[in-house]
């Protein structure tokens, strides 16, 4: 299965996305204390979130951007 190059942009923003949030959590994790704590669910759900709708939004593009092209 060959990917098209938006494709191969958004899989690389992924991963880069993916693991600097992922240090993020950890790092809230490791120094925060208590309550504190609670703070590390932002980043995890926003190194899921960002890019599913960054995937989402190019994939709609690109599928637009077909249409058009056909009439």
Same mark, same amino acid.
């Given at each position: 299965?060959?990917?098209?190059?938006?494709?191969?942009?958004?899989?690389?923003?992924?991963?880069?996305?993916?693991?600097?949030?992922?240090?993020?959590?950890?790092?809230?994790?490791?120094?925060?204390?208590?309550?504190?704590? !609670?703070?590390?669910?932002?980043?995890?759900?926003?190194?899921?979130?960002?890019?599913? !709708?960054?995937?989402? !939004?190019?994939?709609?593009?690109?599928?637009?951007?077909?249409?058009?092209k056909?009439?």
């Amino acid at each position: 299965m060959k990917l098209e190059l938006w494709q191969k942009l958004c899989l690389l923003f992924t991963v880069i996305w993916v693991v600097v949030s992922g240090l993020n959590a950890v790092t809230i994790y490791a120094f925060a204390e208590g309550l504190e704590r !609670a703070k590390v669910w932002r980043p995890i759900l926003l190194g899921i979130g960002v890019p599913l !709708a960054v995937y989402g !939004a190019a994939w709609a593009w690109q599928r637009f951007k077909k249409r058009k092209k056909a009439t």
